[in-house]
């Protein structure tokens, strides 16, 4: 099994979760350009300046600026040995650039979690409550699962035999040990 391994879902499908969890048991880093691009607002960086208003409105921020920005990570030591991707590529020109910089290694395996939209929606909107993300309201959640069907879904075509189908409902603990066992497979 390989260690570089691409999570894809929709928002709120828990990618972020079990890229977490399988970051922590492969000892490999979890690169998460959405945690990525928050720690740039935060920090009121160039980046984050020009990524507040795409990620505040729940549009993609422009290919050149995430594609940089990953790049960079991925180039750091602890990546050498392999790195959980969440969140990047999400459309098929960012997966080329990552091929690109990569080599068509760049990506071993992805993960698809299948899950939806109802049960994504609502995961959401509790997470709004818990965690106060400003694109975690209704209108700006239907946008983000739009945006995923139209530039993200591609990738599972894309990807081809390297992507392994996961069913994301369930317990956290449930779908961690279905992802261990088609990882193990
Ligand atoms: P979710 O998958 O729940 O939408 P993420 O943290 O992955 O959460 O992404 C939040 C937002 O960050 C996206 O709606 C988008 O604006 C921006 N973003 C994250 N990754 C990328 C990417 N690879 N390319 C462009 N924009 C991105």
Known sequence: MGRRILFLGPPGGGKGTQAKLVTKALGVPHVSSGEMLREAMASGSELGKKASAYVDAGDLVPDDLVVAMVKERLCKD?????????GFPRNVEQAEALANAMGS??????VVLHVDEDQTVERLLRRADLEGRAD???????HRLEVFRDE????????????LRVDGVGSIEEIFC???????S
């Open 152 to 163: 993200t879904e591609p990738l599972i075509a894309y990807y081809g035999d390297r992507v």
């Open 105 to 110: 290694e760049g990506i071993e395996t992805t």
């Open 78 to 86: 602890d990546a050498l040995c392999g790195y959980v991707l969440d």
């Open 178 to 184: 279905r992802i261990v066992n088609e990882l193990a």
């Open 136 to 142: 975690d309201n209704e209108a700006t959640i239907r």
